[in-house]
């Protein structure tokens, strides 16, 4: 398993401005997963991100409106830009072991757009 | 496109009963099928992963089967405790193998009642 944390655990923002979610892994990982879960939704995968490339997008999401980095091994982060109401949601982070996909997330982050 | 149905929203089990849980999917030939566990505020935590080549799969009272015919899973939790008591979610890997994330269902909220 991986001991994931995430940083912060909640935030209230108003609409237009940024929130920046960090994602610290206690080991070294390739992949890093950004997930978002709506209320009564289910998750859905934003990006993948590498270590020294430009994380991969799924369908429906672009990196103006979530920028990520992941600088090195262990650490990423995911930006959720100009924000609006719609953007209210849980963001997770998770990483995978072997070749299964299995995941391991953090606790997420609970955010709250007025 | 892909998609992943579990079955009802909310399951109430007597507590020692065996509670079932359905997973359907549609448009999709997954190399395995995972099952995950959520609590309130918290990060999805795996519980099983079953192949394609595998109809069963145990662990403790758990147990998972897998019909690729029907393209279906059931996940059953026997002799059921109030502790069981969470969101179970199924989750299928995006492209048949390998590491890029997984698609997850709405999930079933699962109550055992004492």
């Known amino acids: 398993s991986a001991v994931i944390s995430q940083k912060p655990s909640r935030d209230i923002c108003q609409r237009g401005t940024s929130l920046t979610i960090q994602c610290q892994v206690d080991s070294q990982v390739t992949m890093m997963f950004w997930y978002r879960q709506q209320p009564g939704q289910s998750l859905t995968l934003i990006a993948t991100?590498?270590?020294?490339?430009?994380?991969?997008?799924e369908s429906g999401f672009v990196i103006d409106k979530f920028p990520i980095s992941r600088p090195n091994l262990t650490f990423s982060t995911l930006t959720v830009s100009n924000m609006s109401p719609e953007d209210s949601s849980i963001y997770l982070c998770?990483?995978?072991?072997?070749?299964?996909?299995?995941?391991?997330f953090g606790p997420g982050t609970r955010l709250t757009v007025l | 496109s892909q998609k992943i149905e579990q079955n009802s929203e909310a399951l109430n089990i007597q507590e020692g009963k065996t509670a079932t849980l359905t997973c359907n999917y549609t448009n999709y030939s997954p190399a395995y099928l995972q099952w995950y566990r959520q609590d309130p505020g918290r990060g999805p935590v795996f519980l099983l992963l079953i192949r394609e080549n595998e109809k069963e799969k145990r662990k403790e009272r758990l147990k998972v089967t897998f019909d690729t015919t029907l393209k279906q899973s059931l996940f059953h939790i026997t002799a059921s405790q109030p502790a069981d008591s969470a969101t179970y979610l199924c989750?299928?890997?995006?492209?048949?193998?390998?590491?890029?994330?997984?698609?997850f269902g709405k999930g079933t909220h699962l109550i055992i009642q004492p």
């Open positions: 991100a590498n270590q020294g490339s430009e994380a991969t997008y």
């Open positions: 989750a299928l890997d995006k492209s048949g193998g390998g590491a890029d994330g997984l698609t």
């Open positions: 998770s990483v995978n072991r072997g070749s299964t996909d299995t995941q391991y």
